[in-house]
């Protein structure tokens, strides 16, 4: 079964304090990894696709690299502004739609 | 990235009437497109695949005749819930990719409420 699992559900960091989120996947035949930031009350706004172990993206201070049974999102030294939900997705091995993790919401201390 | 545009952002409605929300992509064209629903503090819940020119797929448990959806163009696709209650108010969410199973590009939301 298509599953996407992320950890952890909260994190509460200082400002400047780095860390990682992870999202563990289970499907067959991985056709890509996507990362997305959702503020509250609003759309997901789209960070990354992933494709294949080994890859790596970055964004400012966003960096999210992939293996082949996780993917996960490196913040180094996050400002406030940094705080919202952050998703992982993967499409359905079987089908045209896309699986959810249920998110980390991450909040950043001044 | 794409842009998908979705409106309107906040509604508020008598409980009895219906709701036409609008989901359109602005520069590309989709035959497939997505209507999410989004319970406070959760993730997002799939209610339905939204098929240009065909019958939307129904996810399990999704009552399509209250949730009526319409992809007439390959850049429009509406959701009406028909017959709002109180139950229905929620977050709803709308999203498109260039191809499938690719990046999806979301709608900046809709927030429902029924009185």
């Known amino acids: 079964e298509d599953q996407v699992t992320q950890s952890p559900e909260a994190l509460r960091l200082q400002e400047g304090e780095s860390s990682s989120l992870n999202c563990s996947y289970t499907v067959s035949g991985l056709r890509g990894l996507f990362w997305y930031r959702q503020d509250p009350g609003k759309g997901p706004e789209f960070l990354f696709t992933l494709y294949s172990a080994g890859e790596e993206k970055e964004k400012e201070r966003l960096k999210a690299t992939l293996t082949k049974k996780e993917s996960f999102l490196h913040i180094t030294a996050p400002k406030p502004e940094d705080s919202a939900t952050y998703l992982c997705?993967?499409?359905?091995?079987?089908?045209?739609?896309?699986?959810f993790g249920s998110g980390t919401r991450l909040s950043i201390r001044p | 990235g794409a842009v998908v545009s979705q409106h309107p952002s906040r509604v508020i409605c008598k409980s009895g009437t219906s709701v036409k929300i609008e989901c359109r992509s602005l520069d590309f064209q989709a035959t497939t497109m997505f209507w999410y629903r989004q319970f406070p503090k959760k993730s997002l819940m799939l209610m339905a695949t939204?098929?240009?020119?065909?019958?939307?797929?129904?996810e399990q448990g999704v009552e399509k005749d209250k949730f009526l959806i319409n992809h007439a163009s390959l850049t429009l696709s509406t959701l009406t819930v028909t017959s709002a209650h109180p139950e229905d108010s929620s977050f709803y969410i709308c999203?498109?990719?260039?191809?499938?199973?690719?990046?999806?590009?979301f709608g900046q939301g809709t927030r429902l409420t029924v009185v």
């Open positions: 939204s098929n240009e020119g065909s019958k939307a797929t129904y």
């Open positions: 997705a993967v499409p359905y091995s079987s089908a045209s739609k896309i699986i």
């Open positions: 999203s498109a990719g260039r191809r499938p199973n690719t990046e999806a590009f």
